[in-house]
């Protein structure tokens, strides 16, 4: 699958290098010239895979967007056409948002007039999505938004890059309640000082 990762801080690098290992086409969709993030990721999965926002996105049937919230703004108008892609928010408004918005998902739909959006890829750290095994299996991953093949497809690339289940957290008015989920890893591993060593995984009886 072609993937295009909007954003080159530790989210989209990592995300970005396990689905290389997994096999897909990545691009990364980026400010030039390159930031120190970039051009370190760059050295890790090549300069080759760097190239413009709107050309990483028209390259791509999937868009992941990584950046800070409030960021999406500027990004959107910068995708070009998306008819025929999905979009993933892996943001979390926590300590910003966009103007006018609850949060980054709202603002992408609102924007770009897709019902092609899915938030996935924001309830733990990057480390987790560097390596998402502990003791031998797969922490899980989560999803929310009203539409089901875009939550499908993300629940699919969860689990191409190690995740043992991606669960559906629920429809559009769920997106919310996924980033406070989100900040309850946020909380327990650096408020708290547990560590970023955490992971979240449903077990049942």
């Not at 990584?66 to 008819?83: A, C, E, H, K, Y």
């Not at 559009?172 to 309640?177: A, G, I, Q, S, T």
């Amino acid at each position: 699958m072609n993937i295009a990762l909007v954003g080159t801080g530790n989210v989209g690098g990592a995300l970005a290098q396990q689905f290389i290992k997994a096999g897909h086409t990545v691009l990364m969709g980026a400010k030039f010239p390159l930031s120190e993030k970039s051009i370190l990721l760059a050295t890790k999965i090549g300069e080759d895979r760097f190239t413009s926002i709107e050309n990483a996105a028209k390259q791509s049937e999937v868009i992941i967007i990584t950046t800070p919230p409030d960021m999406v703004l500027q990004v959107i108008p910068q995708l070009g056409n998306i008819t025929g892609k999905t979009i993933i928010d892996a943001t979390n408004s926590i300590r910003t948002r966009p103007e006018n918005y609850a949060t980054a998902y709202h603002a992408i739909k609102a924007l770009t007039q897709s019902d092609v959006v899915v938030k996935c890829f924001n309830t733990t750290g990057f480390e987790n999505m560097l390596n998402p095994t502990y003791s031998g299996q797969g922490i899980d991953m989560f999803c929310a938004g009203d539409n089901k093949a875009a939550k499908q497809l993300a629940q699919q690339l969860s689990t191409d890059i190690g995740f043992a289940t991606c669960y559906d957290f629920g429809g559009d008015d769920k997106v919310e309640l996924l980033e406070k989920f989100a900040l309850s890893w946020i909380n327990l591993a650096i408020m708290q000082g547990i560590g970023r060593d955490l992971a979240f995984k449903i077990i049942r009886r």
